[in-house]
């Protein structure tokens, strides 16, 4: 089935405690994106990939940090976690970055950090 | 990238009564999408508008895009108990996806 993985589902930690929260796209995808979804505030762009080794900043990138080593895999990095990201984070695919093409979302990831 | 405003945020009816929403620019858009987020659900693609003054049906749901291609807007007529949930607008900048706040819809049995 094809599908975008995101591991865990809810994460809670302690303020300063590094953490990564893994995304895995099995459609051979070249295009990745991390989004948090705050209330009111919709879905906002952290990180993207445009393929392997590819990596640019979204809108809201400080605090955060992605690799993109593989294809399918595209980890989501908090070296040191702040209340303030306590968010529902989603990993998103498409076939390839352009301006047409459809996104295809992970589940989420809950994350409160205390 | 762009802005999108998407009005209203939050709106309750009863089923069976009609629901629309909004999203709007002010500059042109190249293409907007539609995400439909189910209650504890993840995004999940609706549809895409290309060309100006476009029109597309799915079943109960109506999707147009603005002659200027500054505004489109959702119509769903007769909502159900599964048109439950937040209903996002997307539009790209160039290879990035812009969405907007979304309008979470509430529908009474």
């Known amino acids: 089935e094809a599908q975008v993985t995101q591991n865990p589902r809810y994460l809670i930690t302690v303020t300063g405690k590094k953490l990564t929260v893994t995304c895995s796209q099995n459609?051979?995808?070249?295009?990745m994106s991390w989004y948090r979804q705050d209330p009111g505030l919709g879905l906002r762009q952290i990180y993207y990939?445009?393929?392997?080794?590819?990596?640019d900043k979204g809108d809201v990138p400080e605090g955060y940090k992605v690799s993109r080593k593989e294809k399918r895999n595209f980890p989501l990095i908090l070296e040191s976690p702040s209340p303030n990201q306590t968010s529902l984070y989603f990993c998103?695919?498409?076939?390839?970055?352009?301006?047409?093409?459809?996104?295809?979302f992970g589940s989420g990831t809950q994350l409160s950090v205390l | 990238g762009q802005q999108v405003m998407q009005i209203p945020q939050y709106q309750h009816v009863q089923e069976g009564e009609d629901f629309t929403t909004y999203c709007n620019s002010s500059?042109?858009?190249?293409?907007i999408q539609w995400y439909k987020q189910r209650p504890g659900g993840h995004p999940v693609f609706l549809i895409q508008?290309?060309?100006?003054?476009e029109v597309k049906k799915q079943k109960r749901l109506t999707f147009q895009f603005g002659e200027a291609k500054k505004n489109s807007s959702l119509h769903i007529t007769a909502t159900q108990t599964t048109d439950v949930g937040t209903y996002f607008c997307a539009e790209t900048s160039g290879s990035r996806l812009t969405f907007g706040e979304g309008t979470q819809l509430t529908v009474n049995p």
């Open positions: 998103a695919s498409s076939r390839r970055q352009g301006p047409r093409e459809k996104l295809f």
């Open positions: 500059t042109t858009l190249s293409n």
């Open positions: 990939s445009m393929n392997v080794e590819v990596t």
């Open positions: 508008l290309v060309k100006s003054g």
């Open positions: 459609m051979n995808h070249e295009y």
